[in-house]
């Protein structure tokens, strides 16, 4: 069963910075060429969005996040961060990390197969 566990989550005053981190030591995929993981939120009343994906050498940042969020992965570890800096209230939801085994150069959001629980991130003024 494959399982990923989200880390970092918390509470910040806008402008801080707060870095997540995915642990996915039982994710087989890790190396299929076809595989993508990435980072997704959801604000409460909103659906769930990508924050920034990454398949192969090409990862996409929201628009919203660009400039401000980094993705970085470490393969011996398995492990999949998210540094967030310059954070906005806006910023403010529920953090999933997620991946999949075999994914559109395209990625799509149903596309990834494994889901984490999640990590609140929340933004004050």
């Known amino acids: 069963q494959v399982q990923l566990v989200e880390s970092g989550g918390g509470s910040v005053q806008a402008g801080g910075s707060l870095r997540l981190s995915c642990a996915a030591s039982s994710w087989i995929g890790w190396t299929f060429a076809r595989s993508c993981m990435g980072w997704f939120r959801q604000a409460p009343g909103k659906e769930r969005e990508a924050v920034a994906t990454r398949r192969g050498p090409v990862t996409i940042y929201s628009d919203d996040v660009k400039g401000r969020f980094t993705i970085s992965q470490d393969n011996r570890k398995r492990t999949l961060d998210l540094e967030m800096n310059s954070l906005k209230p806006e910023d403010t939801a529920i953090y999933f990390c997620?991946?999949?085994?075999?994914?559109?150069?395209?990625?799509?959001?149903?596309?990834?197969?494994?889901w984490g629980q999640g990590t609140q991130v929340t933004v004050s003024p």
């Open positions: 997620a991946a999949g085994d075999d994914c559109y150069d395209t990625v799509r959001q149903s596309d990834f197969r494994y």
